[in-house]
Structures are given as structure tokens and as C-alpha cells.
């Protein structure tokens, strides 16, 4: 967890969501774990985007769990607000990876979190496996061609 | 509850959403109790597009909580599915309201669920309050001019 | 859903919930949606005492998915609140069964909620499949032998 | 962040969960973001029976949101685990305090998770504000004086 502090972005994926009723907690604001399925939502899209669909890896036989996951909480979103969930593709291994995230409110870019999520690569048994080349070089190529500012793009529109 | 089984719909707002992990459960599909969060995100969509924000009428001290809710199941939606929940403003009187749902596949439109919501409207203190004339009149012109097919207009982005 | 209104219990079950934060939303008290959980928990503890675990039945390839809930809203749980939850099991068929659910403040035993689920027998593959005969006596035997009253039972303390 | 790796647990509290349906995912195992829900059921509870309840801190215009939260996943819960939830109150300055996290499974004590909370301290509005004498002295004495092994007193009863 050496660099956990350190929580850049670089040419990140972004996305929106609109806060429900059912994210927040008798606090007012979003409930501090729900803020974990924003960042579920972030990095599915971001690799959607880039043509790799979590779920057709799935069915290869990967899965690739969180195995580390850090939030810091700088402010709270409150019901109904539209936020961006801003992803980025950190690094890649054969055995793991890491997606960096900020959370920020679309109207004023008030930040409301930052965080990480660092992924094991397994098979369906649980067992560590490596990802075999072509997804290892599609990955990378997704760090090495990050895909330019697309709110506006199809994707978005879910 | 004498109407509960016909659950039609009349000109419904349409919005998508991304199924995520976080929906799921270990049966592989949506668990039973997440589409209520969809049936919230139906309802609130719609009155947004016809200009009616929900959060505005809490700040004038109105609430619409769900006094009864119900779904029946067709068919379960998977990790990935884009699905699209069709939701009807059914009727508006002055101490309550109902809304209609249903949620189909996006690919090929089949049906997973049906469901409708009561709603009762309170105050903060939760006591039976009339909906005030403006309101109660805005709720009720959603109805009778229901909005045209819109899932290519801009609040589908979110 | 002819008999739905009518909501009997029928020498129930018993088990407490403490609310959590994660289960309350922005209104301050419990989200709707998440009153299904509670009814989850109900009916697994009336199985789970009754000698039948749902894991096991799963193991011995059957599924019970919920193809209707129902939800009537009187109350509203707050966070920190210990609830109790009273399930009966009403009646089983070859291809389906049904619960009735109450929802109780533990401390002055006022009403949150009543309900019920009503489930279908399927295999793996979705498929409608009757319950073996062992599993339906034994099924049938939980509605012909109810158990006393259990709050202070192990079970409870999970 | 400098201490986050290094997560000890010093005289923990203990309490039980069992894993509901609607806490898994489609991985067949606990969805990552729900175990902050397990972390906030150790602290409240751990507070509880020290007796103060967290509810009566914010009665008293106190909040205690996150500010960090780190989960080390080491293994997964699965459909109807039995699950320990072990917390250790770490420290408490007048501005902040800290709980560690570990849970296991009940049945072999195989580890889950590793994870921390660090919480602020601040007023309805949300600035941070300095525990008044009272609270800081109570809530020092927890961790001077941790309970004892405590899985079969009253409070794990829920």
C-alpha cells in the first residue's frame, strides 16, 4: 500500500450518476459504503468503453475481485445531486491491477471523494491465474491510449 | 389493493439503467428487493422531465413516502443487462398517488417485472397533509398530458 | 393475489434486527426497499430453525425465487431501532409456497410493516420443478407443527 | 496513513452476522462494498455495550462520518455464512478517532477481511467540532479498559 496516498488521475473515464434515495443514510448524504458502487460503476464503463467487457472476461474464465479497496471522504453528496465518477486505468500486471478514482459533484466539480481499488486475477476456482496475452495487451493498450474526455459520448447515456 | 393486479401503463416515461454487481446476488441475478430502487429511480425521473422535482417539494415540507408496494417477478436480469423501467403516473389525489412500473430487457424488451407504488403525502412531522393547489395541479397535468416517447432526450443521460 | 390483503400470521417465527445506517435513507428512517431483506432474514431463521436450510435445499438443486412481494407501510423504523421480525410460513404447494411477514418496534410491539412473498420451485436452469417428496413433508410439517414461541431461543443470537 | 497497513486488533469486541442473499453478488461471495456495512455494525455495537450509543452522541449534535475507510479482502464470505466481526477501538483524539476491523468466518476462524475507519468529529452543519469533555473521558475509557471476550452477553443477542 506504498502509493495509497498518492491517488492520481490520468486521462480518466467519466461518468455520472444521479443520487437515490436508496445510496443515502439517515445522515442526509450517501452512505459511506455505497460510494464503493459508484467505483464498480466507473471501472465497468471505463473498460466497456475501451471495447473489454468485464462480463465476456468472465465467461474466459477471469475474474479479477478487489482485493484491496481506500476511500478518502473530502465531502457528501446528498440525495437527487448528479455526480461524475472519474476512473483511471493505473497499471496492469499478469496477476493484478489497479483502477484510481475522484468522485466530484457535476455542478461545481466539488470534490467528494478519492480512492483505489487494486484486483487479483483468478480463475473461477479462486485460484491465482495470469491473464493470457491478448487481454494483458488489450489492458495495457487501455493505459497506453487512454481514450479522450467523452461525457458527451454514447456510452454515457447508460 | 383491489386494483393491484392490473398494472397497466399509459404513456410511461422511459429511463435505462446498467445492471451492476452491487445489484446482484449469489443466484446470479438482481435480487428481489434492488428493483424497488429501479421502480425509485422510475418515478423520480418522471416527474424531473415534467418539470416537477421531487426534492423541491421536500423543501416545501412535503413528503410522498411509499405506503404499499408490490412486484411480481417475471424474469431475472443478469450482471451487465441494460434494462429499461417504464414508469406511469396512474392517478393524483389530494392525500395520495400511484405509480405504475414495468422493467423489460433493453435487447429484446422482455418482461422481468411488474410493480406499483402508493404513496401517501405527509409532512416533516409525518401527519396527513393536502397536496396545496399548485402542486396537487402541476401532478395532475402530468397525467392528463403524459410526455411522448423520450428515451433519446437528454435526462436519459442522467 | 386474491388473498393478498389479508395478511395472517399463523404461529410465527421470531427474530430481532438492530437498523442499521446502511439500511435508513435521507428521509431518516428505513429504505423501503430494504424491508425485503428483513423479510429474507425472516423466512431463512424460520427454515434455518425448523431443521430445513436453503443452502442445502440449493445444494440439492432447487431454487425458491420470489415471483411476488407484497409490502403494506404503516410505520417507519428509524436508525438504531430493534426491530422484530414474525414470519409464518402459510403454505407450501409442489410448485410454490408462500410467507406472511410482520415487522414490529421490539420495544412497544407498534407496527412497521406487513407483507408477504410468494415463491416458485425452479431448478438451475429456471425451469418450474416439483418439490421432492421428502423436502415437501418436511416443508408441509413446519406448517402442521409450528414452533412455539422462540425469542430467546439460540437461533437468535445468530 | 502512514499506520494503515499495520491493522492490529487490540482486545476486540465481538458480534455475529449471517450472510443474507441480499448482501452477495453474482461472484457467488459477499459484495465488496457491503462490509462496511459489517464494519459499522462492530463499531455501533462495541459502543453500545461500553455504553454509549451512538445515536445519543448525535442527540447531543455530535457526528462521527468517515473520513477513511481500507478493507484488505483475503477471502470470501459466502450465501448463509456464519461471519465474526471483530472491532478494536484504536485511538480517540478530540477531533478524530479510529477502529480497526477483522472478520472471519465463525466456523474455522478462516480470515475474510482486514479493514480501518477513521472518523471525524463535527456538528449538524457539518464543522469539525471538539468532543466535549464528557464524551472524550468515556470514550477514552473504552479503550483503557477493553471488554472482555463478550460473543455470549446479551447485547450479541442483538
Known amino acids: 500500500m506504498a502509493d495509497s496516498t498518492k491517488i492520481e488521475?490520468?486521462?480518466?473515464?467519466?461518468?455520472?450518476?444521479?443520487?437515490?434515495?436508496?445510496?443515502?443514510?439517515?445522515?442526509?448524504?450517501?452512505?459511506y459504503g455505497n460510494y464503493l458502487r459508484y467505483f464498480e460503476r466507473g471501472r465497468t464503463e471505463l473498460m466497456r468503453e475501451r471495447g473489454i467487457s468485464y462480463r465476456e472476461l468472465e465467461d474466459r474464465g477471469l475474474i479479477m475481485p478487489v482485493v484491496e479497496a481506500y476511500s478518502r471522504y473530502k465531502a457528501s453528496a446528498r440525495y437527487d445531486d448528479l455526480i461524475e465518477i472519474a476512473t483511471s486505468f493505473i497499471w496492469v500486471?499478469?496477476?493484478?491491477?489497479?483502477?484510481?478514482?475522484?468522485?466530484?459533484?457535476?455542478?461545481?466539480?466539488?470534490?467528494?471523494?478519492?480512492?483505489?481499488?487494486?484486483?487479483?486475477?483468478?480463475n473461477h476456482q479462486g485460484k491465482l491465474t495470469k491473464l493470457p496475452d491478448d487481454i494483458f495487451i488489450a489492458l495495457q493498450e487501455i493505459i497506453d491510449n487512454p481514450p479522450v474526455i467523452n461525457l458527451t459520448k454514447k456510452h454515457d447515456r447508460l
Not at 9 to 31: E, S
Not at 94 to 107: G, H, K
Request: net charge positive; glycine share 10%; charged share 25%.
Open 93 to 122: 500486471k499478469r496477476l493484478s491491477c489497479r483502477f484510481n478514482y475522484e468522485i466530484r459533484q457535476t455542478a461545481d466539480q466539488g470534490l467528494l471523494i478519492k480512492g483505489f481499488t487494486l484486483h487479483a486475477v483468478v
Open 9 to 31: 488521475l490520468i486521462a480518466p473515464h467519466r461518468c455520472r450518476a444521479r443520487v437515490l434515495y436508496g445510496d443515502t443514510d439517515a445522515g442526509g448524504v450517501v452512505y
